[in-house]
Antibody, heavy 121, light 108 residues
Framework: EVQLVESGGGLVQPGGSLRLSCAASGFTFSSYTMNWVRQAPGKGPEWVSC????????YYADSVKGRFTISRDNARQSLYLQMNSLRAEDTAVYYC??????????????WGQGTTVTVSS | EIVMTQSPATLSVSLGERASLSCRASQSVSTNLAWYQQKPGQAPRLLIYDTSTRATGISARFSGSGSGTEFTLTISSLQPEDFAVYYC??????????FGQGTKLEIK
């Protein structure tokens, strides 16, 4: 079964850091682009970042540029999101999303169940 | 940044009827548009991509149309499991990849 499982969310104070992880199974992770997408309570999804299959291409939303870092370990079939200088507006459910191919980031055809990040004092 | 606008915000339709959901882009996205379905407490699920291609395992009751800036998701003969929130997303001009704010489909 193709699956993505996120972890690492939690409650953090403003200015703090968190590292999210996404474990992939059931497919050849190194053959796909990957994304992080977040969704604040009651809002639509917001794309955060994407990374190509070999990590050669990385992009960020302006709202997180300079604070978040996406990375992947193909040997471990894992995707990561290092989040620093967290703000209240970063509070959301964070989803790991698979792109449809080795070169295409979206559409996202497989989504994890999400991990919740709450930034509050 | 391309802004995606969905209408209406809420759509009330009876079981067995047809629903048409609209999505408008602030500039042309060609046919690089996807639709997702999201139920409470779940992640979004890919329904349609490239405007009109159904994703794997998606019922033929779901169809997509449009091009450029105007798109429609049509759900024929609504079933109880179809009541959810639907989002459109463009992937033509990026970054960023942008989503609409959603249409909530509810039972009339």
């Amino acid at each position: 079964e193709v699956q993505l499982v996120e972890s690492g969310g939690g409650l953090v104070q403003p200015g703090g850091s968190l590292r999210l992880s996404c474990a992939a199974s059931g497919f050849t992770f190194s053959s796909y682009t990957m994304n992080w997408v977040r969704q604040a309570p009651g809002k639509g999804p917001e794309w955060v970042s994407c990374i190509s299959s070999n990590s050669g291409f990385i992009y960020y939303a302006d709202s997180v540029k300079g604070r978040f870092t996406i990375s992947r370990d193909n040997a471990r079939q894992s995707l990561y999101l290092q989040m620093n200088s967290l703000r209240a507006e970063d509070t959301a459910v964070y989803y790991c999303v698979r792109g449809v191919s080795i070169t295409i980031f979206f559409p996202g055809d497989v989504w994890g169940q999400g991990t919740t990040v709450t930034v509050s004092s | 940044e391309i802004v995606m606008t969905q209408s209406p915000a809420t759509l009330s339709v009876s079981l067995g009827e047809r629903a048409s959901l609209s999505c408008r882009a602030s500039q042309s996205v060609s046919t690089n548009l996807a639709w997702y379905q999201q139920k409470p407490g779940q992640a979004p699920r890919l329904l349609i991509y490239d405007t009109s291609t159904r994703a794997t395992g998606i019922s033929a009751r779901f169809s997509g149309s449009g091009s450029g800036t105007e798109f429609t998701l049509t759900i024929s003969s609504l079933q109880p499991e179809d009541f959810a929130v639907y989002y459109c997303q463009q992937y033509n001009d990026w970054p960023p990849f942008t989503f609409g704010q959603g249409t909530k489909l509810e039972i009339k």
